[in-house]
């Protein structure tokens, strides 16, 4: 087989002038195939992660994944998962939360043992190597997900609020078995206590994040009224943001988490009981939101485009059949799990099925386990471009399939 596919090994250094002229094409790229893709009734993400599939390597190579564009993705994905915390039902989140704990639970252990076993039992691939294939089948990317449900407006309801649930949990799960793994590659033992320290951690910082982010914002909002200054908010919000990003990275939790966190503590409906006093006004929160809107909207599209551009299809191997019987299986895999995953939960099929198929896309998730495996020289470049390959197919297909079922609604 080629050399496998994917996230390269070191990014490329581009020169201030090019990368200006790498983020027009990104940006006029990502709204063109966008705009193009929803005329056609196919999910504008879909169109965006395509055009960084034509734009990278995969087809023209013209832009590189480099690391400027690298950052300016993680900003677009933090700002939109702090805009969806904004905008999330608390409420509604607090009363699905045992059904959001179980889809996760059950949405990762399933396809991680069911690739564990394809790659282990039926592969023949070391230890480690399963291992690390069957942790990448347990991501869900977050970000497509999130933009998935809102362009077809059903973010809100009850089913999206179990996945985003879902999904946040899913991140934190997908963190904690990354560095169990990366400790198992190191001793062939399972750390567990780094792994519990890990844990709790990240529990306290979801505990102890939105409180913090709540009296910041209350204090900012007092500022804002004494002073009449309303134009300090979107920098004072988005150092926020950053902030409580920095501190999430810090515990071992993803950053895209403490942005969520944050969002959902400068929600209308984020309250504590023992805390009246730092009560947001709604005209406050709503400068918020005219403020991180815009940026969100000019942001985003540079993340999805960046999944696109990360892939590099043209290395894998097609003509291997090694690589399809390996490949299908995983993919069956990879889509059961999920779909299963949404039938714990109480509901019509339809709801069910909305919420396995919207846990399915790995995206970048999948293709940073795949990186790391790579990195440890736990994966070999078949099993590298077989994953590269399943992660491309459920992030371009789940965004048709969600469409698909929820058609008529």
């Known amino acids: 087989m080629a050399a496998a596919g994917g996230i390269e090994n070191s990014a490329p250094a581009v020169d201030i002038h090019t990368l200006f002229l790498h983020i027009a094409i990104i940006l006029l790229a990502g709204r063109v195939f966008g705009t193009l893709f929803k005329r056609l009734g196919i999910p504008a993400v879909l169109g965006e992660v395509f055009a960084g599939v034509i734009l990278g390597q995969s087809v023209l190579g013209i832009i590189p994944l480099s690391e400027a564009i690298k950052v300016l993705a993680e900003l677009g994905v933090i700002l939109l998962l702090f805009e969806v915390g904004l905008e999330a039902d608390l409420h509604m989140l607090i009363r699905v939360g045992i059904w959001s704990t179980l889809v996760a639970i059950v949405g990762a252990l399933l396809p991680f043992a069911g690739g564990f076993v394809i790659s282990y039992y039926i592969f023949d691939l070391p230890l480690i190597s399963a291992l690390f294939i069957g942790g990448a089948m347990t991501a869900t990317s977050i970000g497509i997900t999130v933009r998935v449900l ?4 059903k973010h809100k309801a009850r089913f999206a609020q179990i996945v985003l ?10 963190v904690v078995i990354l560095a169990a793994l990366y400790e198992f590659s190191k001793t062939q033992e399972v750390n567990w206590e ?7 951690h990240i529990a306290i910082f979801f505990v102890v994040a939105p409180i913090i982010a709540r009296a910041l914002a209350k204090i900012l909002s007092y500022i804002v009224d004494k002073l009449n200054e309303p134009e300090v908010i979107p920098a004072t919000i988005l150092s926020l943001i950053l902030g409580v990003g920095y501190a999430a990275y810090k515990v071992g939790s993803p950053e895209i988490l403490g942005a969520f966190t944050a969002g959902l503590a400068l929600s209308r409906r984020f309250a504590l009981p023992f805390a009246a006093f ?7 929160v709503h400068k918020v939101e005219e403020g991180i809107g815009p940026l969100v909207n000019i942001m985003a599209p540079i993340f999805f485009v960046s999944v696109g551009l990360a892939l590099n299809l043209k290395a894998i191997d097609f003509s291997s059949g090694e690589f399809w019987a390996f490949s299908l299986s995983l993919i ?14 109480p ?20 293709l940073i386990f795949a990186e790391f495996g790579r990195s440890f020289n736990a994966i070999d470049s078949v099993g590298y471009a077989v994953v590269v390959f399943v992660v491309a197919v459920t992030t371009l297909l789940a965004p048709i399939l969600i469409k698909l079922n929820l058609r008529g609604e």
Do not use: C, H, W, Y
């Open 150 to 153: 809102t362009d077809l407006n």
């Open 165 to 174: 649930g879902a999904a946040v949990l899913d991140d934190v799960l997908g």
């Open 194 to 200: 780094a792994t519990t320290s890990l844990m709790t």
């Open 278 to 284: 730092l009560q947001l006004n709604d005209r406050i």
């Open 332 to 345: 069956v895999v990879a889509i059961a799990g999920k779909v299963l995953a949404g039938f714990v939960v």
């Open 347 to 366: 509901g019509s099929f339809r709801e069910r099925m909305s919420i396995g198929l919207s846990m399915m896309p790995r995206g970048e998730v999948g």
